[in-house]
């Protein structure tokens, strides 16, 4: 005989302002095998865990049922109570009256019948549920950041520093990522390359890191403590480890008509090619797209400039595969594509251009060599005019819905350093809004207005249009005076919006994380878990979580990997007991089950079984892997006759909640 | 075409490639044609028939033929290769076990249409230049062919064979069926016209369970239905929940995995259109996921267990439903 506790909490008045927290006590007390229902103001504190605690044993309940916030807040909280007590935690059930109910319904009455539904479904489902023990399984002690930009870099950095091993993959032939690309970093003006390069060598010498470089993650299996994972390294055609970088190749190389990437294409590059003088690993690549020798077999001039014979033209792509205990994703951001922003003239006008494309204008390892010249006919332009928020703050389809939030802070570090060093131009910047919350960003910001008189005006850019004299004609609004302008600009520079690197929503399918609707990875908690994804073990580094300036990114990068050693450490974790099991007799063999298993955790076998008339037969049967299966049920609902069943939310307890539900 | 046919399994018997024959035989009546198996030349001289009644699809036969010693040869029309191939896919059926010969396929003679004719005792038929020759007890009757042809061969999707060994005839092509035009139909009444639409015909169910059992999607080691701890293996229809959800259930089970053969509606003594939800299936994953024939092949990725990209959101399911 079951004999079943419903404990209603109040949540102060989270739920009792709308649910009538009384009436639901009272109404599931006369559920079949209720012996006690009771509601209280907390039932997550210490007095209301006493409550529980003491209900269990003084009338020996056989299941509990608590009707509160989601199970993701606090199921484990009255597991950890009823296990305290000798009731096994896998005969809780939690209600979701708060999140899918009180804060969703304003009429009481409403709220309060949808309660009720909510308990009874709970009830129905404790009765079938079943004492279950959670094993453990080991944990791999290695890491694995995706991702070499200054979020992997950190990230990587403080996971060896505890002394654990860690592997970047990088796609490119450097890590560095953005930050190297960048001029200046704000608000303090210091050269991103010398406060990035050292920590790029740092993770290059340290003996806790490897860094593959020019490699893709492919292939995710497995769960926290023991993942699988495929690294694709893509064939460089250079060996690494005899290459030593001195660049003879690329002086060399007769294919000097190469967009050079690392430069926004502003100039050009080698078809070997080294990305920039401080890349880590100090190795040249070879672009199959523009290498003559790989593309008809002719030239091979590298090979023969090769001092170390490194140059390898039948190298092809390698894999392999690594176990980790834990995953950083750092796959960072890019400047959104600006083709349908016609409007601005970027496709039509060179001297068009966007903030990533005008830090490599001023770099002193850009196309100009730090000079700043604008791309058409490399004259020093005497007006700038930069443009905020396109593509960011967008209420339309073309754009982005959310602000980048670093465009206003690198526009005025460009129109500082440019009125800095060029005191006879003009800086206009149009903007919607300037938003320098930070520490020092708004002293930062008022200096670029009231120390350089960069000219700051309220009102968005209309239209931009090329002149055939070289100058750029910039139609717009000055929101404040309401007045129309029209500036003859020698530049044009576009804040444009950011968005997650291409490559990290396949990752987050591999990776069976959650991503929002603009591809950034969700947090587990926005507030409390910031770090850390729904999928345990797989940790968010820097802007694939949302868009950052660099203290940012490195602050979470520092907090990712906090989270990560916190795993590594230990030895073993305790595994999740609600997994698959395939009921044999029932079973097909038709493999449904294994083709939507997101973990792999499923494998076929063919066993014998005893049959009728005293006969064997050898049949095809699913068989799950508990330490690898993680619960979701994919396999349940995919097999047609049923045979797959999850422990804890078995087919019939749900069945018995729709039915609860349904009456 | 019947006397080619006896001859090539008695070849393939007598030189040891198969050691029996699946096949099909003469019931009660002329009409009456239902699959069998043959061990020996002279079962197959008297007994094995392949005529224009011929339809019924033994792809589900082969489930445990093909599981027993040596080699069973099956005489498959295009139709049945489908549900054949989606068998060995499931891995159902031993590919190795089938020695296959792709027969011509319909279009097959449905004799409730030549009764509906005011036609009885039936003892045969015969095609002239697509007018029915009935020969019945009382004398000969006529009828125009088309008239009497089965409604699943009436919407063919079909006259290509996707897996044999040996063919005899010729080869057909994947054709442009109007199959889909009732769904069409149906997806174009309102809600509560619809859903009369199926309440009149789910309510002629009397739960033979004819349609599961020669459906060859069906073939779990031990159903949903008759499994008393699924919860829905009531035998009898409790009430007209039960009435609709049987049949519902019945084609989300085999969604994805259905080949529109159609053997369900040609069981059915009801006369239930019941190919009609499996099609509705069919139509919504080809608009949903690109265009997929169930059996077409063994090996690729039926959209319903597969995951990619572009797929699209479970919500489509709420904004398709709105009228």
Known sequence: ?????????????????????????????????????????????????????????????????????????????????????????????????????????????????????????????????????????????????????????????????????????????????????????????????????????????????????????????????????????????????????????????????????????????????????????????????????????????????????????????????????????????????????????????????????????????????????????????????????????????????????????????????????????????????????????????????????????????????????????????????DEQLHIDADLVVLAAAIEPDKTARPLATMLTTQMDTNDFFTEAHPKLRPVESATAGIFLSGACQGPKDIPETVAQASAAAAKAIGLLVKNSITCNPCVAHSDELMCNGCSSCEKVCPYGAITYIDKEFRMPDRTTAVRRVASVNPAVCQGCGACTVACPSGAMDLNGFSNSQIMAEVDAICK | MQEAMINRAKQLLADGTVNRVIGWKRGEFAYDITPAVFDSADELDSDFVFDDFTAANVSKYLVKESKKEGKVLAFLKPCDTYSFNQLVKEHRVVRENVYIIGIPGGPKLDAEKIKAKGITGILGVKNENYTLKIDTVYGEETMPFYEAVLDKCASCKSKKHVVYDELMGDEGDVLDSDRFDMVEKLENMTAQERYDFWREQLSKCIRCNACRNVCPACTCEKCVFDNPASGVENKAPADSFEENMFHIIRAFHVAGRCTDCGECSRVCPQNIPLHLLNRKFIKDINELYGNYQAGEDTTSRAPLNDYRQDDCEAGIVHERGVE
Request: proline content about 5%; some cysteine.
């Open chain 1, 1 to 481: 005989m079951q004999k079943i506790g419903v404990f209603v909490c109040h949540c102060g008045t989270n739920i009792a302002a709308t649910v009538d927290v009384k009436a639901v006590a009272e109404a599931l007390g006369h559920e079949p095998g209720v012996v006690i229902s009771r509601d209280y103001q907390y039932m997550c504190s210490e007095s209301g865990q006493n409550l529980v605690k003491n209900a269990i044993k003084e009338h020996k309940l056989t299941g509990i049922v608590v009707c509160s916030c989601s199970p993701r807040m606090h199921e484990n909280t009255f597991r950890k109570a009823a296990a305290s007590v000798g009731l096994n935690p896998y005969l809780v059930e939690i209600a979701n009256i708060r999140e899918q109910c009180s804060w969703i319904h304003k009429d009481i009455a409403t709220a309060t019948e949808k309660a009720i539904i909510l308990g009874k479904a709970a009830v129905a489902k404790v009765h079938l549920n079943a004492p279950l023990t959670a094993g453990e399984s080991p944990v791999a002690k290695r890491a694995l950041v995706i991702g070499g930009g200054i979020a992997g870099i950190q990230t990587a950095l403080d996971i060896a520093e505890a002394g654990f091993d860690v592997d970047i993959v990088e796609k490119n032939p450097t890590i560095g990522g953005k930050m190297a690309q960048i001029d200046k970093t704000f608000p303090t003006l210091d050269c991103a390359a010398c406060i990035l390069t050292p920590k790029m060598v740092e993770a290059s010498q340290n003996e806790h890191i490897t860094i593959h470089s020019f490699s893709e993650v492919t292939d995710v299996k497995g769960f926290v403590g023991n993942f699988t994972v495929t690294i694709k390294k893509k064939a460089r055609y250079v060996d690494e480890t005899k290459c030593t970088g001195c660049g003879l190749c690329t002086e060399k190389c007769p294919m000097k008509k190469v967009p050079n990437e690392f430069n926004m294409g502003l100039d050009n590059r080698t078809a070997i090619y080294i990305p920039f003088a401080q890349a880590v690993p100090k190795v040249a690549t070879i672009d199959p797209n523009y290498c003559m020798m790989l593309k008809n077999g002719k030239c091979g001039v590298c090979s023969k400039v090769c001092s170390v014979g490194a140059i390898d033209y039948k190298q092809e792509d390698r894999f392999i595969e690594q176990k980790y205990g834990a995953i950083v994703v750092a796959t960072g951001f890019n400047p959104i594509n600006l083709d349908k922003y016609d409007e601005f003239a970027y496709n039509q006008c060179p001297d068009v251009v966007t903030s990533l494309e005008l830090e490599r204008l001023m770099n002193a390892a850009g196309p100009n060599g730090g000079t700043l010249l604008r791309p058409s006919d490399k004259t020093h332009p005497h007006k700038i005019v930069f443009v905020q928020c396109v593509g960011s703050r967008c209420d339309d389809s073309k754009g982005k819905p959310y602000c980048s939030k670093i465009c206003c802070m690198y526009t005025a570090k460009h129109a500082m350093l440019i009125r800095e060093k060029y005191p006879d131009t003009e800086v206009y910047v149009f903007y919607i809004d300037v938003r320098t919350p930070g520490k020092n960003f708004d002293e930062f910001y008022r200096r670029a207005v009231e120390q350089y008189n960069v000219h700051y005006i309220k009102g968005m850019v209309g239209k931009v249009t090329p002149r055939s004299d070289g100058k750029i004609e910039v139609q717009a609004s000055d929101l404040l005076a």
